[in-house]
Nanobody, 122 residues
Framework: QVQLVESGGGLVQAGGSLRLSCAASGRTFRTYYMGWFRQAPGKEREFVAVISWSGSSTYYADSVKGRFTISRDNAKNTVYLQMGSLKPEDTAVYSC???????????????WGQGTQVTVSS
């Protein structure tokens, strides 16, 4: 089992940057694919990015490609989401999740963090 705790959210101006972290407990962290999702008020949860267990493969939603970078440090049991060129439409609660497969659908993820708020002002 994996427990996930996100941090790093906050208020930033459009065009700015933030780095989110997701700390995992459990010795099996390095065997999981890790994803980031986001949910804005009144909208469905949206896939953002996923990274393979080794970190060698990544996949991004078109809406964040070229602006966001997902990475992980298995020695620290942590996955990161570096967000740049932020836009007001990036405002959402961002959650990390763990899966046995490299997918973009939330239903494929078994473990979830509580989320961290990111607000981008115009």
């Amino acid at each position: 089992q994996v427990q996930l705790v996100e941090s790093g959210g906050g208020l930033v101006q459009a065009g700015g940057s933030l780095r989110l972290s997701c700390a995992a407990s459990g010795r099996t962290f390095r065997t999981y694919y890790m994803g980031w999702f986001r949910q804005a008020p009144g909208k469905e949860r949206e896939f953002v990015a996923v990274i393979s267990w080794s970190g060698s493969s990544t996949y991004y939603a078109d809406s964040v490609k070229g602006r966001f970078t997902i990475s992980r440090d298995n020695a620290k049991n942590t996955v990161y989401l570096q967000m740049g060129s932020l836009k007001p439409e990036d405002t959402a609660v961002y959650s990390c999740a763990a899966s046995d497969t490299m997918r973009s659908s939330a239903v494929d993820y078994d473990y979830w963090g509580q989320g961290t708020q990111v607000t981008v002002s115009s």
